[in-house]
C-alpha cells in the first residue's frame, strides 16, 4: 500500500523559508511521479510542482516560479518542497501526492486528476 507523509509546515514570515518532506512506502521514487499541492480556504487545490520518476524532470505553477524547488533523495525515499521568498498568499495547506508510474521516465503532472495516492496535508501560514 502506497503511503505519503508530509511534514514540515508551520508559521513563516514573509520572505521567509520552509523546507517541506513527503516520506513516501511502499514504492521507491523511481517507480511513482510526486506532485506537490495547495489548497487556501475557500480556493481549489491547485498543483503547485511535480517531479518525474527519473527525478530530472520537475515543473512549477508560475506563481511559485523561482522561489519554490522540488527534489527528492532516494535514500531515505522523500520528496521535498523547498520553498524561499515566501508570501501570505503562499498561506495553504500543502498536499504530497503519487502517481504509480508505468515506465521510467520524465514526465510529471500538476493535474489533481493525475494523482491515485494523498498525503494528509500539512500547515503553512505566512504571516507577520
Known amino acids: 500500500q502506497l503511503q505519503l507523509v508530509e511534514s514540515g509546515g508551520g508559521l513563516v514570515q514573509p520572505g521567509g523559508s520552509l523546507r517541506l518532506s513527503c516520506a513516501v512506502s511502499g514504492l521507491t521514487l523511481d517507480k511513482v511521479i510526486i506532485g506537490w499541492f495547495r489548497q487556501a480556504p475557500g480556493k481549489e487545490r491547485e498543483g503547485v510542482a511535480c517531479i518525474s520518476t527519473a527525478g530530472t524532470s520537475t515543473n512549477y505553477a508560475e506563481s511559485v516560479w523561482g522561489r519554490f524547488t522540488i527534489s527528492r533523495d532516494d535514500g531515505v525515499n522523500t520528496v521535498y518542497l523547498q520553498m524561499d521568498g515566501l508570501r501570505p498568499e503562499d498561506t495553504s495547506i500543502y498536499y504530497c501526492?503519487?502517481?504509480?508510474?508505468?515506465?521510467?521516465?520524465?514526465?510529471?503532472?500538476?493535474?489533481?486528476?493525475?494523482?491515485?495516492?494523498w498525503g494528509q496535508g500539512t500547515q503553512v501560514t505566512v504571516s507577520s
Open positions: 501526492a503519487a502517481k504509480p508510474a508505468q515506465s521510467y521516465g520524465y514526465a510529471c503532472y500538476r493535474t489533481i486528476d493525475r494523482y491515485d495516492y
